[in-house]
């Protein structure tokens, strides 16, 4: 897309002039890297960006007041407030008043908020990429340190961008940071106690008493003991008893647990959403979830119908790790080859690939015989196939394997840093580990070396 016409979309979406309200269903909104799902698309109002009140506030941390008679909105996060009135431009944050470029609406009987202004005033940053047509925000709790962990002699710890030690290496195993915790083992003397979390500083979040720990996802993380699974939240208080024998993390509200001997779905209150019936389920993406059923896999939605037929073939791990809705495509498996289906079911990008990676920056990798390259949306090689391996994009660079070294190319399919690391893992946080001469250190997007390779091993950035 040209520079223009890149100007105008973002002129169309994000707002300098122009008049009325439009739908905007090719908008997509992510919040920490999750695609946020709302009950109504977005609106252009005067080329201001226009969400539902409730998604926005709510995926952002903040409680949502709505007073009919006043016709006003309130929302709480922390110590700050922000207060709208649907049809006026004033609104105040903290008690400042302030003035909107256009003023919450109602729309097919929906309150739509100004996205940009919402998100701001709650601290988080805005993003807005016009290619994809994608606001990105990020919340101002996400904005906060970023750790990486490091192993050295066996022992693992936490670093930070600057390859400063945050927590010392003291550790046997180390669990990667989200949403500010990370899940890690205790032992008073030699004795094992059990899993916990720590916070970024090394502090404890809740007494160390579980068997397993998995990451924390919309404000909750599964733990398991005696063999059974519940969910605590970020306090560390258990909000979901343990009584489930298997389980999977929060997305989009509802987590996958099973119940018996099939797969159903829990809301954040620990009440049956969906039916138990599945083989197996995955969490949601986009609005779905691919499920399991006599053998096939499908997609259900968030009230459990099925949406898209179980019809596609699986192999566990790309049925545990591929199968996914992301940018509005999938990959499924017909006769053994993989292939892309779109929300409807419709078969957009027939299956004609040894593998195929889920789309991410609106590029997916897929392998061609024993080589792989990159299609488009339309299914497109718009970077042949000359890589003996490729991992999907991330932050605009994909790490690709030539001759049997790793470097990394841009969305041309330009080698933007030589292939010469024995591996080398995504960018996160605009760090990437790489590993050179059986060591592990990061390079920046230049491929400049700004962590020093030291460490045995290491995990990417993560907040």
């Known amino acids: 897309m040209s520079k223009i016409l890149k100007l105008l979309a973002f002129i169309m979406c994000l707002g300098i002039a122009s008049s009325g309200i439009s739908y905007a269903d090719s908008v997509r909104v992510k919040i920490n890297e999750q695609y946020l799902q ?7 109002q005067n080329g201001r960006t226009l969400v539902p009140l409730r998604a926005i506030f709510e995926a952002l941390g903040a409680s949502v007041e709505w007073d009919e008679k006043t016709r006003t909105v309130k929302a709480v996060k922390g110590e700050n407030t922000v207060k709208l009135v649907v049809d006026n431009i004033q609104a105040s944050i903290g008690g400042r008043e302030v003035v909107l470029d256009v003023p919450p609406t109602i729309v097919n009987g929906r309150t739509l908020v100004p996205l940009r202004f919402v998100s701001e005033s709650l601290g988080a940053s805005v993003e807005w990429d016009a290619q994809s047509m994608t606001v990105s925000i990020v919340p101002a709790e996400s904005q906060e340190m970023a750790l990486a962990a490091a192993m050295v002699e066996d022992k693992w710890g936490y670093i930070d961008k600057s390859g400063n030690v945050v927590i010392d290496p003291v550790l046997p195993v180390a669990g990667d940071f989200s949403e500010g915790f990370a899940a890690v083992p205790f032992f008073e003397g030699n004795e094992y106690v059990g899993l916990g979390y720590i916070d970024k500083k090394g502090n404890l979040l809740t007494y160390p008493q579980f ?8 404000g909750m993380a599964a733990v398991g003991r005696d063999g059974k ?3 605590i939240d970020s306090s560390g208080k258990l909000v979901i ?11 989009e509200g509802l987590a996958p647990v099973l119940i018996g001997d099939k797969w159903g779905y829990i809301d954040r209150q620990g009440n049956v959403a969906i039916k138990a019936e599945y083989s197996s389920a995955k969490e949601f993406s986009e609005g779905l979830a691919a499920v399991l059923k006599d053998g096939k896999c499908g997609f259900i939605d968030r009230q459990g119908n099925m949406v898209i037929a179980a019809q596609y073939e699986y192999i566990m791990p790309q049925f545990e790790y591929a199968i996914d809705f992301s940018e509005d495509l999938s990959t499924v498996i017909v006769d053994g080859k993989c292939g892309f289906i779109d929300k409807q079911g419709n078969m957009v990008i027939k299956p004609e690939y040894g593998i195929a990676w889920n789309f991410s920056d609106g590029l997916a990798a897929v392998a061609v ?4 390259g990159f299609i488009d949306k339309t299914g497109k090689m718009v970077i042949e196939p000359r890589f003996d391996s490729a991992i999907g994009f991330t932050e605009g660079l994909a790490p690709v394997n030539i001759g049997g070294k790793w470097g990394f190319i841009d969305k041309t399919g330009k080698e933007v840093i030589s292939p010469k690391y024995e591996y080398a893992m995504h960018f996160s ?15 920046d997007k230049q ?4 962590i020093e ?3 045995d091993m290491v995990s990417s950035f993560n907040k």
Request: aromatic fraction near 22%; glycine fraction near 12%.
């Open 38 to 44: 709302m009950e109504v698309p977005p609106v252009i």
């Open 211 to 218: 068997h397993n720990a998995a990451y924390f996802s919309e």
């Open 229 to 231: 699974w519940g969910y």
């Open 241 to 251: 008893d343990y009584q489930y024998e298997e389980v999977r993390s929060f997305s």
């Open 369 to 372: 015989g024993f080589e792989y």
């Open 429 to 443: 946080q605009g760090l990437a580990a790489v590993e050179i001469g059986g060591k592990w250190g990061f390079i």
């Open 447 to 450: 491929g400049n070396l700004v």
């Open 453 to 455: 390779a030291k460490y």
